[in-house]
C-alpha cells in the first residue's frame, strides 16, 4: 500500500467562482500541510488530503483532508480527492 499526499489551490475566477490550479504531489503530511496554509496568500482557497492505496489493483481508500481553507466546498473536495 501507498500513501499520496497532494494540495490543491483555487484561484478566484469570474462572478468569484473557484478555479482549480493543477493539483501538486508532495512528500508527506507535514509538508502538505504547511503548502496549503502557504498557498492562503493569494489564493481563494486550499485544500491538502492524503489518499492510501494499491496502485497494481486500483483499490483506493477514501481520501482524508489535511487541510481545508477559504471557500472549499463539499464538492470542490470531492472532485480535487477523486
Not at 25 to 53: K, W
Request: a negative charge; one cysteine or more.
Amino acid at each position: 500500500m501507498v500513501t499520496y499526499y497532494v494540495v490543491q489551490g483555487y484561484l478566484r475566477g469570474k462572478n468569484g467562482y473557484p478555479i482549480p490550479e493543477e493539483s501538486r504531489e508532495v512528500p508527506n503530511e507535514r509538508y502538505a500541510r504547511a503548502l496549503c496554509e502557504r498557498l492562503m496568500a493569494d489564493r481563494m482557497a486550499a485544500v491538502a488530503f492524503s489518499r492510501s492505496g494499491d496502485p497494481s489493483t486500483g483499490e483506493w481508500q477514501d481520501a482524508e483532508v489535511i487541510c481545508r481553507l477559504g471557500a472549499v466546498s463539499d464538492e470542490l473536495l470531492a472532485e480535487a480527492a477523486a
